[in-house]
């Protein structure tokens, strides 16, 4: 899923000081489940924000709201009203959440109040850990089931770089951080697919990812 987490508060805050009316706007679905963004998380925030003003002796009017998804426009109709009403929109939603507001209602600017990380898997209660890069051309078959762009530091797609240690990261020795490549070993190692690693691969085309530009997917078949 889509992982953020919340700004620093004095970021939010400064991100508010010239408007009076203010809108909180959550999303229920990413945000909501990493614990960064949803309803709660706006609830919070917005009371904060109220605190922090009036200690300042500011007149400001913090509203709150949230939609089922941020992404789709759909679901922010619901929220039209509140937009209409306020002179800037603190999105907890992800970077997707804060340009589709942007470019649904123009007139308002929605600032982030999040900063989105990534794609990752909660690994444990409290614990994300980014498991893909959406490259845009999944190699997983080929590495069993380990992405080795998202998880080694250095997106290495023909084996380890020699730097680790007793299956830890060199990068990352710090905090322990498994080398993905060893993982990557024992993996293929257990499914008795190591001949894998011998197989020899054109480069990776990197064009499918970021390093392409903007990527846009059209289905032919799902449009009106």
């Not at 078959?141 to 530091?153: Q, S």
Request: with cysteine; net charge negative; aromatic share 6%.
């Amino acid at each position: 899923m889509i992982v953020a987490e919340q700004k620093p508060f004095e970021e939010i805050k400064s991100l508010i000081a010239a408007a009076n009316k203010v809108l909180v706007l959550g999303c229920g679905t990413c945000v909501t489940v990493c614990f960064a963004g949803g309803e709660k998380e706006v609830s919070i925030l917005a009371s904060q924000l109220r605190m922090a003003t009036r200690l300042e002796g500011q007149e400001k009017e913090i509203r709150e709201f949230t939609v089922q998804r941020q992404c789709e426009y759909e679901y922010n109709e619901l929220a039209a009203d509140y937009i209409a009403d306020a002179d800037i929109i603190v999105s907890l939603a992800c970077g997707i959440g804060v340009q589709t507001l942007n470019e649904q209602f123009p007139t308002k600017l929605t600032v982030p109040g999040v900063n989105t990380n990534g794609l990752s898997q909660p690994t444990e209660q409290g614990v994300w850990a980014e498991r893909c890069q959406a490259c845009g051309d999944c190699v997983l078959a080929l590495t069993g089931g380990l992405c080795p762009i998202a998880r080694c530091a250095k997106s290495l797609l023909n084996g380890p770089c020699g730097g680790s240690q007793n299956g830890i990261c060199e990068v990352y020795a710090d905090r322990e951080t498994p080398c993905v490549w060893d993982q990557i070993y024992h993996r293929l190692k257990e499914l008795g697919q190591l001949d894998k690693l011998l197989e020899i691969r054109a480069p990776k085309d990197w064009h499918t990812s970021r390093d392409g530009g903007q990527r846009k997917i059209v289905r032919e078949d799902l449009r009106l």
